[in-house]
């Protein structure tokens, strides 16, 4: 076994929220409009598509550069609850293979653990759904204090459970997953089937082509 814990970023490695998000931050803007009255364009699906993976208070400065922080905030949070909500019943693209990975995978041994630039209630409403939320380790999350960006989540990971970071294999699919890997000193698994524009990864120790293909490297021949 190469690996004792495996580190899953979240939006791209087991799940996408790509074909819901836009209508959800339509719904929350136009809330936030109707209460306001304030004037403004709703994001692009390109343009939320490319913040995606970020944490969440660079995506709404990015996206809504025009509007001060708590307006930001109260938006972030309907979108939060929105999307809860919407992947709770069953919306949102599950990428094949997840469940039985995890299953198979944490039934040998290997530590299952969550580090994304997303909130702990989106994190766990994707998890629970598929069926794998008790398999994980406690879900840690950015404080905004400590924890500041995906790389410290697993620096913490390594630090609470006594383990080198270079035995934590950190998979995911964007630009801030390899970050995190490098800040940490962990290997890197890049998810092709994610959402990475093309030549946004610059390198990485394994490649993905599905969620399965993480057993090859686990358990190499």
């Known amino acids: ?24 931050y339509r719904e929350s803007v136009e809330e936030f409009k109707a209460k306001t009255g304030h ?9 939320i598509m490319r913040e995606i993976g970020k944490p969440v208070k660079t995506i709404f400065r990015n996206l809504l550069p025009n509007l001060d922080e708590d307006s930001r905030d109260s938006i972030s949070d309907r979108v939060l609850s929105l999307l809860v909500e919407k992947i709770e019943s069953g919306k949102g693209h599950f990428y094949p293979g997840c469940t039985e990975t995890i299953q198979e995978l944490a039934k040998s041994g290997v530590q299952m653990l969550a580090c994304s ?20 380790h406690p879900i840690i ?14 620096l913490h990971y390594s630090k609470e459970l006594s383990v080198p970071a270079n035995s934590i294999l950190m998979i995911g699919d964007r630009l801030s997953d390899w970050e995190a890997a490098k800040k940490a000193g962990s290997p890197f698994a890049f998810c092709k089937y994610g959402h990475a524009e093309e030549n946004e990864i610059p390198d ?4 993905l082509n ?11 021949d």
């Open 204 to 207: 990485y120790d394994f490649l």
């Open 117 to 136: 630039n997303g909130r702990h209630p989106y994190v766990e409403v994707i998890l629970k759904v598929l069926g794998v939320l008790d398999l994980f």
């Open 1 to 24: 076994m190469r690996f004792t814990q495996l580190a899953f970023d979240i939006d791209g490695t087991l799940f996408s929220s790509e074909s819901i998000i836009l209508d959800t």
């Open 39 to 47: 004037d403004m364009q709703v994001p692009s699906q390109e343009e």
């Open 141 to 154: 999350t950015l404080d905004n204090a400590v924890r500041k960006e995906k790389g410290d989540i697993l």
């Open 210 to 220: 599905q969620v399965s293909d993480l057993k090859k490297i686990v358990f190499p």
